[in-house]
Structure formats: structure tokens, C-alpha cells
């Protein structure tokens, strides 16, 4: 090529859609992207693209969305595929690292999203039925992507929420297998902080209730905080917020408590202490709005309150303390 | 349980700053006791960095910040009459166990009769979080005196 001639743009679309059409011959022609050696430009990366990973092709379906309060929030760096090779369906996590603001109990918090420890933790429980399972492969520029199987299944939150019960029934029908499962799931994450990992990101939606068995499966490790001296204090309060959540069939709030209907007298005897440490607008204090909460038990729910100067430090401090009231609760 | 030997624990905080000030109004004219000043830190965890040179930027500054703040404590001493040779200055830099976990091995191992460690004032929240060094140590401690200096 001289010196004054212009570049010659390779079209590598042709070998996207050579390869897209030998395994999918109905998939629109025109909708045939590139060959996606390099994932590091995440933002270029869209349907009809695909990425080739350890001698398989994964066709982008679309960018992956994280519903939560009715709002959808678009995860660029994380798109669903389809295994061209096999017809399976994967997600791919690409390299993201990212620094952000996180509100806790009134203050900003640093939390760091990590591509490197969420691929240690899928090596860490590989095979365990309680964590999302998947690998990491290296795409041609040497960035680690993260292959994870679909979990099959409902966020924990919707599958509470669809319970169609007044709450007095779901605390004495519901709860105590919600409880047994429950104490499943904070097992799995003893598992991890007995390995030095943390989960991170410990909330009722990285919960999903697998379709047909029923069991919890965690997902999502990819969060990580500098909490040095405590380093498990933020999963065992996101358990915490989960009993809670559990407990109560949802959040209480000053909103949701004036939905509900719950008498005036009891959600006026609700005061600052009875919130929560770290979300302080929702009620830990449970047996004031529902009396027939055993007291044991909401003592358990009141150590991730603001009144509490005693917290749990790990999850076995949690569950010494919660295992004696679910059996009472069983008993009775 | 040494009574002649002190552990003074520090970070880079004006809290730690403010500790080495006081063991050395305290300590002003009894320049034969024996000081340790530890910099205890946990090395930086390497997944909040994107790549290896960033984590290594990282811990080289809290190398030199470590370094820096040992000087400035141990001129504080010495200005104030504790004999050179009787203020050593160390510097830790640990993987896997906690700061609070460590200063109590230090003090175990050494026999010191007094640990002297800084306080700010942190919220609940904050503790909750963060954790408190001083808290920790006073809960932990065991044959020895510690003096928290808020």
C-alpha cells in the first residue's frame, strides 16, 4: 500500500454471517454482525455480533436488563446468547471494572465491580447447586469473559410477592419452608466467607427459586467493598434484610404500611429505632405491626435494627441464634 | 505483662497522629521505656483494581505513606526526650487477618504492658461497616493496659 493510498477496510461481517448462517440458515441476513475477537468495547458489541470463546461461538442476542422498582436499567457488558455450536443459551459477563458510589445507612460507600473475583467464585462453586454456575474463557485480547449458564427460575422477590395470602396465614403456612430454604441459602454463603470470599451483593432479587425443584440458587458475585475489619458484616446484614423481607412478605415502609392497612395505632407506635441500620425507612421491628411474631424471633430480626448495639459478625452467629426460634416456631 | 515497654499502633490518621502526641507529653522525661511504634495495614485487595499496576501503584503509596508517618511519630518521641535507640519504628503490611487481630498478636508476642491506639468518633453505620480498631482491641486484649486516645 503507498503512502497516499487509504486504508483497506477488512468487512468481517461476511465471516459473522458465514458462520451465524451454517448454524441458524433462517437468521436474517442483513442482522449478521462481525466476529467479536476483542470484547473489551463492550458499548460496540450488539445483536447479530459474535464473540468466539474456547472453540464455540456465541451469537448476542440482546444486552441484558436489571429490573428493579419498575424501572430497567441496561447492563451493556452483559449480553445473552445463543451457542451457535449446541443451540444452548448463555450469558456473557465481559470485563467491566468499575468504581461507584453506593448509598448505605446515609453514607457513600466505594463499591468496585470485579470481573476477577466473580470468576474466582464460579471456579470456588463449581457444581454446587446453590450458586449460578459457569466458566471463564479468555477472548482473543486476553480479556477474562465469564460464560454462565440461565438460571432457570424466579427472582426470590417476585415468587414472595405472588403469594396471594393475607399475612397472618403466609407467616403460619408459608414462612416455615420459606425459613427451611432460607437457612439453605445463608449455609451457601457460610460456605463462601469459610473460603475468604464474600458474596458482595447480598439481596432478595440474586436469589432465584429454581423452576420445577423449587431450591435457591445465588447469583451475581461480582460486587466487592474495603471492609477490612469486618469483612463479612455486609452479607450477614443482607441476610438479615432478607429474613426480613421474608418475614414480613415484603418490605415494610411508611408507603407499604398504609397500603397494607395495617391499624393506625401500630404504625404510629413504629419509631426510630424500629428501622433498619442501613435503610433506616424500613421496619426490622416486625411483631410491632404483627404481634403474633414470636418475641425470640423478632429479637433475632431486631439485631439488624438502629436500636441494636449488638450485631451478627458472621452467618453462624446468625443462624446459632435463628435455627432454636424456627424450631419453636415448627413446634407450635 | 512489661510495664518498661509500650506498643504504640498507628495508621496514617490524625487519630494515630494525635495518640503519638500524647505517649509523648506522657512519657516526657522518661526517656528509658521502650516504645514500639507499628504501622499496621492490610495489603490492598487486589480485586479493586483493574489490573496489576494499578494494584501495585497502590501499595507502593501506602508503602511510602506508612514510612512517612513512622518518621513523623518517631521525631514526635524523640523531640520530647525518649532516647533514640528506645523508639522503633515497623512497618506490616498483612494478607489475611484483620489490623485488630494482628496488634493483639503483637502485643501477645512482645509482652508489652501498654498499647496505646488512636479513636475517632464513627457512626453506627460507620462501625458497622468499618469496624473499630480500638474497639476491637479493647475487647480483645488481655494482661495489658490500652490506652485509647480519642
Known amino acids: 500500500m503507498g503512502p497516499n493510498q487509504a486504508p483497506v477496510e477488512v468487512d468481517v461481517s461476511e465471516s459473522a454471517r458465514s458462520i451465524i448462517q451454517a448454524h441458524l440458515p433462517d437468521f436474517p441476513t442483513l442482522r449478521c454482525g462481525s466476529i467479536r475477537e476483542d470484547t473489551s468495547q463492550f458499548m460496540d458489541i450488539g445483536y447479530g455480533d459474535v464473540v468466539p470463546l474456547a472453540g464455540r461461538h456465541y451469537l448476542v442476542l440482546k444486552d441484558e436488563m436489571e429490573r428493579r422498582f419498575g424501572l430497567e436499567d441496561p447492563k451493556y457488558w452483559v449480553k445473552r446468547c445463543k451457542v451457535l455450536e449446541t443451540g444452548e443459551r448463555r450469558i456473557l459477563k465481559l ?14 460507600i466505594p463499591c468496585h465491580r470485579s470481573p476477577r473475583k466473580e470468576s474466582r467464585i464460579l471456579e470456588l462453586v463449581r457444581g454446587d447447586a446453590r450458586f ?13 469473559v ?17 403469594v396471594d395470602l393475607d399475612h397472618e396465614t403466609y407467616f403460619r403456612e408459608r414462612f416455615p419452608e ?54 463479612f458484616s455486609l452479607d450477614v446484614f443482607g441476610l438479615g434484610h ?31 429505632g424500629d428501622g433498619l441500620l442501613l435503610f433506616p425507612h424500613r421496619v426490622a421491628n416486625l411483631r410491632k405491626l404483627y404481634p403474633y411474631i414470636p418475641e425470640d ?9 438502629q436500636s441494636s448495639n449488638v450485631s451478627y459478625d458472621t452467618v453462624e452467629e446468625l443462624l446459632d441464634d435463628l435455627l432454636p426460634c424456627l424450631e419453636r416456631m415448627r413446634a407450635s | 505483662m512489661d510495664m518498661e515497654r509500650l506498643l504504640v499502633a498507628v495508621d496514617t490518621s490524625s487519630a494515630s ?55 513523623l511519630a518517631r521525631d514526635i518521641l524523640v523531640e520530647r526526650g525518649m ?17 485488630s487481630e494482628t496488634i493483639l498478636d503483637l502485643v501477645r508476642e512482645g509482652g508489652f504492658g501498654t498499647l496505646v491506639v488512636g479513636k475517632r468518633g464513627v457512626s453506627k453505620t460507620e462501625e458497622f461497616l468499618y469496624g473499630s480498631v480500638s474497639s476491637a482491641v479493647v475487647h480483645g486484649v488481655a494482661d495489658c493496659c490500652v490506652w485509647v486516645v480519642g
Not at chain 1, 146 to 162: F, K, M, P, S, T
Not at chain 1, 297 to 305: A, E, I, K
Open chain 1, 132 to 144: 449460578m454456575q459457569g466458566v471463564t474463557e479468555l477472548d482473543g485480547a486476553g480479556n477474562e
Open chain 2, 17 to 71: 497522629l494525635r495518640a503519638v502526641e500524647y505517649v509523648a507529653e506522657f512519657l516526657r522525661g522518661d526517656g528509658g521505656r521502650y516504645v514500639e511504634l507499628v504501622h499496621v495495614s492490610r495489603r490492598p485487595d487486589r480485586d479493586l483494581f483493574p489490573d496489576d499496576a494499578a494494584w501495585e501503584a497502590r501499595l507502593a503509596e501506602q508503602e511510602a505513606e506508612a514510612e512517612h508517618f513512622l518518621a
Open chain 1, 242 to 272: 432478607i429474613l426480613l423481607y421474608l418475614a414480613g412478605k415484603g418490605d415494610l415502609t411508611r408507603e407499604s404500611m398504609a397500603e397494607l392497612g395495617l391499624p393506625a395505632g401500630r404504625v404510629a407506635d413504629i419509631g426510630a
Open chain 1, 146 to 162: 465469564r460464560i454462565l449458564e440461565i438460571v432457570q427460575g424466579r427472582r426470590l422477590d417476585l415468587a414472595v410477592h405472588a
Open chain 1, 297 to 305: 424471633f423478632n429479637r433475632v430480626l431486631m439485631h439488624f435494627s
Open chain 1, 178 to 231: 420459606l425459613a427451611r430454604l432460607y437457612v439453605g441459602a445463608c449455609r451457601a454463603l457460610a460456605f463462601l466467607h469459610s473460603h475468604d470470599e464474600r458474596h458482595g451483593d447480598v439481596r432478595r432479587d440474586h436469589i432465584f427459586v429454581e423452576s420445577g425443584s423449587g431450591a435457591w440458587r445465588w447469583i451475581d458475585f461480582d460486587y466487592t467493598f474495603d471492609f477490612r475489619e469486618r469483612p
Open chain 2, 83 to 99: 532516647r533514640d535507640e528506645r523508639v522503633v519504628p515497623r512497618s506490616l503490611c498483612i494478607r489475611e487477618a484483620t489490623v
Open chain 1, 95 to 108: 470485563v467491566f471494572y468499575e468504581r461507584f458510589p453506593v448509598r448505605l445507612g446515609g453514607m457513600e
